[in-house]
């Protein structure tokens, strides 16, 4: 479709300006905190009850069973559909309801949904209640419009992707929720820029090493084996060795920003020895650390094998077990995730393409999230791959004080949203 056809429905979507700021801070003001998991009934009530008096059909759907949810804390899902003039393909917009804590830091009230400057600050503002209710003006605008489609629209809000999404995109996934032939379409409107489309994200290796000791007298630590020392090591080990090679590693995959487009590997905690009291902070009692355990986080590229980022850490644990005396260590690996990397000639990505051209006069920008998102249950639970993030808001204010989603970029992203969605509908006309 062309601009000039489009524009009837862009100025719609203009007209709602102010809409999609207070929709982004209504839900704002329900602080779905997750861990451990808050509010998220609440949330989806108040999105089904939306789109149900929009003509939609709702679902609520509670994982039950599912890691995490529990009568205190339900994991309720809720997808919401509209059928078009007949049949055709249907294009799906999931974002998820969670949101981390807010921590230190901020200078405005987290939770109460501040609109000012043209932005509406607060936590999940970016990451991605502003993306969710850019997604619902977009859709609400083209049926105000009276476009005609065939097919269906979707719009879910799915819990507990900041946990890993399984009582939420991955369990719906697992009941079909993102398979053919419900779905064809799955947008993700996560913070990853107006003018971009998000193809897909680096791989994860969780582990936690243990390297063990032998308890004995702090004042005679000769009698013992310091597993801290240990530990030491191996951390040694992996700054010389280890981080130079990865920093060496370019992936062709277009990870934003640049510095994430290698392999990396972050510490996420490391704790040794005994503490004074179990709930206590304080000094340690008088003893040599009979065990130092290590949270490794290492994100892989397309380019690696994940057998090989493995073998790589055992390597350095095994080296260290052959040359110091009572070293020895256990590795438990915790979590791990594929690469993913949507093909850009899906119709998905060209959709969008031309949506970002029509709306921003330029051409958009193909990227990769250094991090996961819920792209890999859709990736490997429903089997569809034409699937990609594209949403509203700065990468980087995810997760930190003061975090804010600019009013203007949630109406362009709304726009090309709408636009990508006639054009799949209609079949790329
Ligand atoms: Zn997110």
């Known amino acids: 479709m062309s601009s000039f056809e489009l524009d009837p429905l862009f100025r719609r979507i203009e007209d709602r300006r102010e809409e999609v700021a207070a929709l982004t801070a209504e839900l704002v003001r329900i602080p779905t905190i997750n861990p451990p998991g808050d509010a998220y009934e609440a949330c989806a009530r108040f999105l089904g009850e939306r789109l149900a008096g929009r003509g939609f059909t709702v679902e609520y759907l509670r994982a039950e069973g599912a890691v995490g949810d529990s009568d205190r804390y339900p994991r309720t899902n809720v997808v919401a559909r509209i059928e078009g003039d007949g049949p055709g393909p249907c294009v799906h917009f999931n974002s998820h309801i969670d949101v981390v804590a807010p921590g ?44 005609t489609f065939s097919g269906a629209i979707e719009i879910s809000g799915t819990a507990d992707e900041e946990s890993g999404g399984y009582a939420g995109a991955e369990w719906l996934a697992e009941r079909g929720y993102f398979s053919k032939p419900r779905v064809d379409h799955v947008i993700i409107p996560e913070p990853l820029y107006k003018d971009s ?12 090493i243990d390297v063990k000791g032998r308890i004995a007298h702090g004042s005679m630590p000769f009698l013992g084996v310091s597993a801290i020392r240990g530990m030491g090591a191996f951390i040694e080990r992996v700054e010389r060795d280890l981080y130079p090679r990865l920093a060496q590693r370019r992936t062709a995959m277009p990870v934003i920003p640049d510095a994430a487009r290698q392999s990396t590997l972050n510490f996420n905690s490391i704790h040794g020895g005994a503490k004074a009291q179990p709930d ?37 644990l095994d080296t260290l077990a052959r040359e110091r005396p009572d070293f020895s ?37 193909h990227v990769a999230s250094p991090g996961t998102y819920d792209q890999k249950h859709v990736w490997r639970v429903g089997k569809l791959k034409d699937c990609v993030a594209y949403g509203p808001g700065i990468l980087e204010l995810a997760h930190q004080p003061d975090e804010y989603i600019e009013i203007d970029d949630m109406v362009a992203s709304a726009k090309v949203m709408a636009a990508a969605a006639l054009d799949l509908l209609r079949g790329g006309q």
Request: aromatic residues 6%; glycine residues 10%; contains cysteine.
């Open 104 to 147: 230190e830091g901020w200078t405005v009230d987290p939770f109460a949904g501040v609109i000012r400057d043209g932005r509406v600050y607060g936590r999940g503002a970016c990451d991605m209640k502003g993306g969710l209710a850019a997604s619902i003006i977009a859709v609400e605008a083209l049926l105000d419009a009276g476009e």
């Open 329 to 365: 260590y256990e590795l438990r690996e915790l979590w791990s995730v594929p690469p993913t990397l949507t093909p850009p000639d899906l119709p998905l990505v060209q959709a969008l393409d031309r949506g970002i051209e029509q709306v921003l006069g330029q051409k958009s920008r």
């Open 280 to 316: 206590e902070d304080g000094f340690a009692a008088a003893l040599v650390a009979d065990r130092c355990r290590i949270v490794l986080d290492r994100r892989y590229l397309m380019e690696e094998d994940e057998a090989d980022v493995r073998a790589e850490v055992v390597e350095i």
């Open 197 to 208: 489309v998000c193809l897909g994200h680096r791989g994860v290796w969780w582990a936690e």
